[in-house]
């Protein structure tokens, strides 16, 4: 079965950091472009950042307010994806989702999500 | 960054009814379009991919279409388990952005 599972989500204070894990099976990892989107609770999908494959280059891009807080990667041989989350501001509080996507294929797959609280 | 608009930000439709959602582009992103379903307390599902190609396992009453800068998602026969919020998405670059959703209500 193909499946995501997301991990480390939690409350934490603002300017404090927290690393979100994914946790890939039932496809080659190996050659999957992931992302990360997250979305407030009731609001609207927002795209936080993507890795490609390593033989794709695995290079890495970031919606702009993350970028430089935010630090996506990988780890093959764990079939891991992470998400570390650096000075942490209250804007950040929102479910965190990993997703497969491949351009032009779309996000194919999507974790279950984990909540993110950023408060005092 | 390539803004997604949706219209209408909502609808209401009963069983049966064909239902035509839009997303529009700030500028063209050729057929780097996709559509996802999303119901309450569950991560989203990718309906078409590249802007008219049905995922896998997604029931033919779906369909997408357009290119450039407008598309549509058509549902031709709104079943009970299609209502849900609706968003569009490009991949033409990053950052890729989602329009803001259409949520499907029972009439």
């Known amino acids: 079965e193909v499946q995501l599972v997301e991990s480390g989500g939690g409350l934490v204070k603002p300017g404090g950091s927290l690393r979100l894990s994914c946790a890939a099976s039932?496809?080659?990892?190996?050659?999957?472009?992931m992302n990360w989107v997250r979305q407030v609770p009731g609001k609207g999908l927002e795209w936080v950042g993507r890795i490609k494959s390593r033989t794709d280059g695995g290079t890495t891009d970031y919606a702009a307010p993350v970028k430089g807080r935010f630090t996506v990667s990988r780890d093959d041989s764990k079939n891991t994806l992470y998400l570390q989350m650096n000075s942490l501001k209250t804007e950040d509080t929102a479910v965190y989702y990993c997703t497969t996507g491949a351009v032009p294929y779309g996000m194919d797959v999507w974790g279950q999500g984990t909540p993110v609280t950023v408060s005092s | 960054d390539i803004q997604m608009t949706q219209s209408p930000s909502s609808l209401s439709a009963s069983v049966g009814d064909r239902v035509t959602i839009t997303c529009r582009a700030s500028q063209s992103i050729s057929s780097y379009l996709n559509w996802y379903q999303q119901k309450p307390g569950k991560a989203p599902k990718l309906l078409i991919y590249a802007a008219s190609s049905l995922q896998s396992g997604v029931p033919s009453r779906f369909s997408g279409s357009g290119s450039g800068t407008d598309f549509t998602l058509t549902i031709s026969s709104l079943q009970p388990e299609d209502f849900a919020t609706y968003y569009c998405q490009q991949s033409y670059t990053t950052p890729f952005t989602f329009g803001p959703g259409t949520k499907v209500h029972i009439k």
């Open positions: 039932g496809f080659s990892f190996t050659n999957a472009w």
